[in-house]
């Protein structure tokens, strides 16, 4: 490197400590260049989807953007940047420290120092360490359901899945904590399709809170899911976790302390709903999708003229229809004793943005307050042009 500028050679340094293995982080200065409030530029080496990244944080004086680079192409745009205005530079390896300065005449040093940091931190861009269901161990039903490979190692294609899974039970858990984890012996998650949420709770529950007395069932239509989560659960030694086949409305449970239904579309949310308030559920977590049964006769209600706005885009009514159903809903709950929370969340990447209704038995209510509930039921709904709601009807209000 004795032909190299500084510069030159910083980025040389740069690349090797990348091909090697050293390399801890660099970051830029003084920039005098053409962006506007561009102060600094951070780069750190990350993993995302086990993928080396060059991960850059370029601070502006009121804001921050990260960008994500593959490896040989981050390294263009470092070099790109310090050539257009950056007079700072320092990397730090695992074998020295590097510090780049260009004065104003324009003149560049580089001043080599010992290593400051001698390991390298970890690459994880998912903080896997605070995930509640970890892909190590001996996880069959990781295994079985595709998520992770022999090894533990959560496949590239079910990164979101798995990300999904823990996002979900880090949304219960706070709920679990409120109504008492020791309240949860009877578990029921309506629609358990081919039961990755069912068997990270179960997981969840018996192993990481050591709930040895709880019982999970996972209740699904189709017969084949039912058959091969029966068969993982069997073979992952869950010894109280089991999967029932029938519709959501027919299952028979009389007593249950904690319902959930994610995703149960249209009106199998309120059946599930229903079923859980019948076995006197100490807690209901509902992600409802495909509103349909209200939007059908929002389409066909006259609506006052202040509606219309609204009504007539086809985007904005299937909103509309969202928020009353799930509204009703939730007064419904608190009709029955329950106090309700709406949570809006995003399940996974491919997916938009989710309510979640989460509903906590608190007991009976005053009959004041429930015909206050019943008399706000009654206004939206004339409002609205809304002949019943399906829930209304499965209790009989």
Known sequence: MANLTPLETLIAQFRSSLQQERFVKTSFGNYQGDELELKNIYVRL????????????????????VKNFE??????????????GFHLANLFTTANDFSWTVDKNGKEKLSVKAASVTERQSLSHDKEKQRLIKAEGDKAYLRDL??????????KNAQDKFKQINHYIELLRASIREVGETNLRSVVDMGSGKGYLTFALYDYLYNVLGLKEVAVTGVEYREDL?????????????????FQQGAIIDYEAPDVDMLVALHACDTATDDAIYKGVEGGAKLIV??????????????VAEVGSEMLPITRFGIFLERQAEMLTDALRALILEYYGYKTKVLEFVSDAHTPKNVLIVATKIGSISPDRQ????????????????????LEKLFDL
């Open 46 to 65: 990350i993993l995302v989807k086990r993928v080396p990244k060059l991960s850059f944080t370029y601070r502006f004086r009121s804001r921050d953007v």
């Open 71 to 84: 490896v040989e192409a981050g390294i263009e745009h470092a070099s790109q940047y310090l050539r257009g």
């Open 146 to 155: 595709r998520i992770t490979d022999a090894t533990s190692q959560v496949y």
């Open 226 to 242: 039912v058959a091969l989560c029966n068969r993982i659960a069997v073979k992952s030694g869950f010894p109280s976790l089991k």
């Open 286 to 299: 509902v992600a409802p999708c495909c509103h349909k049964q209200i939007r059908r006769q929002l389409e």
């Open 371 to 390: 015909q206050q509930i019943r008399f706000q039921i009654q206004q939206t709904k004339a409002y609205f042009g809304i002949e019943r709601h399906h």
